[in-house]
Structure formats: C-alpha cells, structure tokens
C-alpha cells in the first residue's frame, strides 16, 4: 500500500522502518522538513517529504504528532489521499507534561481523538497511541503465537477500521475492537488499558474495566 507517515518520533520512526520492510510505499514528513529525515530514508528507503505532500495517494496516513501540534497541520492535508484513506491517530493529550490546556477536552466532554478529527476534518483510527515505539521493532509475533501483543483500535469507520486492523496483524500485532470514537477514552492515558504489553483476552478485559473520569495526572 501507499502510507503516508506525519511526525517521525519514535513511533512514527518506526512505523516507517516497519512497513517499508514490509514492502509498502512510505512517504514520511515531519515539522523539520524533507532535509532533516536524511538518515531515516537512507536507512528505510522511505521518501521524504513536507507534511502537505505526505498524504497525497495514500491509503493510509498516519497522524502522530503531539497533539498541540495538531491544529497547525496544512490545510486540506488529506485532500490528494485515495479515496476511503484511513487516517490512523496514535496522539494523546499530556495537558501537564506537554499540550498545555485544550478547553475542549477538559470542558466540552470530546475525546483526544474526536478533537483530533475535528481539526483534520476526517474520520479517524485510534491505534498504536498506548503502544511502546521500541514494541513495533522488537515485539511482532505470527499469528497465534501465545506472546502476541494485543492493540487497541477504535473508530466510527469500519472500512478503516478494517484496513488498520489487517496492517497491525501483518506488523505482528493482534487487535481488538475498541469501539467509536466517542468510546475511545478507554485507551487514553491513565486508563488500564494504556501501555498495556498484554494479549486479546487481557487488553479486552481492560477496556472493560476503564473509569470515563479522566485522572488527575491526565487533566489541566
């Protein structure tokens, strides 16, 4: 497939050693600029480009920028994607330690993701924003292997939701159904199930078992 990479942190750095292995087409951007993602393309093949360029014929984009930082992507940033493209976000809202205070989080009730898909004006996939970046390199598992790690994934697109799922699986992951977006609290920071190394049965189990009051820690 097409994928389009936006942030090249640890985890979009190696989501982008992952599927260029993985012989998919991978176009990685990063506030920096192309120039600055000299060594990673070298390494992975990638192509390097500005975040404007970076969805354009992609199937798959993946958002994973702090979430402050959201509201300053280009414009129009998923108008050139192919048609049903999936838009995977893995942010979280660290208000205390990064994001400072978004009102309509802490007020308006919205899930980091919902607020996310406003500002992109597109549906979204939550997935990979509880997961360790170092786990994408060094935890895959075949399927059916008793070691293999479950992830999370919400969103109110099933086509997308399908597509994401099918990608985790061939990253080496197994997935569970988390729900909508509005449902998608269950995995934010704080809950039992965020960075939870477990598989299906343990990461089902603690989605079940997450409050909707949003800790201390993970408020303004």
């Known amino acids: ?125 939550k997935a990979f924003n509880g997961t360790y970046a170092q786990d994408l390199l060094e935890r895959p598992r075949p399927a059916g292997d008793p070691e293999r790690l479950a992830v999370p994934v919400a969103s109110d697109d099933e086509a997308a939701k399908r597509v994401v799922r099918a990608l985790i699986d061939e990253l080496g992951f197994d997935t569970v159904d988390a729900g909508g977006i509005d449902d998608s609290w269950r995995q934010q920071p704080g809950t039992p199930v965020y960075g939870l190394r477990e598989g299906v049965a343990a990461v089902t189990r603690a989605l079940a078992e997450a409050s909707p009051e949003r800790p201390a820690a993970h408020r303004a």
Do not use: F
Request: hydrophobic share 40%; proline share 4%.
């Open 1 to 125: 497939m097409k994928i389009g990479i936006i942030g090249a942190g640890n985890i979009g750095g190696n989501l982008t050693r992952r599927l260029t292995a993985l012989g998919h087409e991978v176009s990685v951007a990063n506030s920096r600029g192309p120039e600055s993602l000299k060594a990673l393309v070298e390494e992975t093949g990638a192509t390097a480009v500005t975040a404007a360029e970076a969805a354009k014929g992609a199937q798959v984009v993946v958002v994973t920028v702090p979430l402050k930082n959201v509201p300053a992507l280009p414009s129009g940033l998923l108008d050139g994607a192919a048609e049903g493209v999936a838009v995977i976000d893995t942010g979280n809202y660290y208000p205390q330690q990064r994001d400072g205070r978004i009102d309509a989080i802490e007020d308006g009730g919205l899930t980091e993701s919902r607020w996310t898909e406003q500002h992109l004006g597109h549906r979204v996939v």
